[in-house]
């Protein structure tokens, strides 16, 4: 079966300082990852996607940066983050080789920049 | 513009009695519907889906869904609520073309089943 995991769970961090989140896979192969920010527990907005090693398509001019390392490796990243970069950062998955239309959701990470 | 609505911020219904979230979408082409449940400070989790075929769905936790194309509607149902069923759910479409399968969700419904 197919898991995903997103580590840390919870972050601090001040602003100014980097960012990194990492979401890996198990269980599929060539996967389509997805980033997304929700913010006040609400919607969900798009980050970045990716459909391939090294193929990283962004949906909204921002601070961040997403790369993908690794067929089942999916990385955001920040050199200085701002306080509007606060909220619940999730990974997603899905596989159309395998038949899959929907996106399996990572647990999340809480970012909190003060 | 292609888009998912969730009228309804928040629904409440007393623990027992039948729940309806609703949904309406604006998509071009023949979309895929999904339904997700989202609980205080985890993933969202996958609850239904429709693709293709009848128009009622089944999924996990006893909900439902019925896709109806003339109203563009993929309304959330469930016959008896559950006090623990009190989460954030979302309505989401991809179109049928959507490139890398990118899915286009709704604002979230909070429901509230009260004991």
């Known amino acids: 079966s197919q898991t995903i995991h997103q580590w840390p769970a919870t972050l601090v961090q001040p602003v100014g300082s980097p960012l990194s989140l990492e979401c890996t896979v198990e269980g599929t192969s060539n996967p389509n990852l997805y980033w997304y920010r929700q913010a006040a527990g609400r919607g969900l907005q798009l980050l970045f996607y990716s459909v391939g090693i090294g193929q990283i398509s962004s949906e909204v001019p921002q601070n961040l940066s997403a790369s993908r390392p690794q067929d089942r490796q999916f990385i955001l990243s920040s050199k200085k983050l701002l306080l509007s970069d606060s909220g619940f950062y999730l990974c997603?998955?899905?596989?159309?080789?395998?038949?899959?239309?929907?996106?399996?959701f990572g647990p999340g990470t809480r970012l909190t920049v003060l | 513009a292609q888009s998912v609505a969730q009228p309804e911020d928040q629904v409440n219904v007393a623990e027992g009695n039948p729940l309806t979230v609703k949904c309406t979408y604006s998509v071009s082409g023949n979309p895929y519907l999904f339904w997700y449940v989202q609980y205080p400070n985890r993933g969202l989790q996958f609850l239904l889906k429709?693709?293709?075929?009848?128009?009622l769905v089944k999924g996990s936790y006893g909900f439902e869904a019925e896709f109806n194309k003339s109203q563009t509607s993929f309304h959330l149902k469930k016959p008896s609520a559950l006090v623990s069923d009190s989460a954030l759910y979302f309505c989401?479409?991809?179109?049928?073309?959507?490139?890398?399968?990118?899915?286009?969700f709704g604002s979230g419904t909070r429901l509230s089943i009260r004991p």
């Open positions: 997603a998955w899905t596989n159309l080789a395998g038949q899959y239309n929907e996106q399996f």
């Open positions: 989401a479409v991809r179109p049928s073309y959507s490139s890398a399968s990118k899915i286009i």
């Open positions: 429709y693709i293709t075929g009848d128009n």
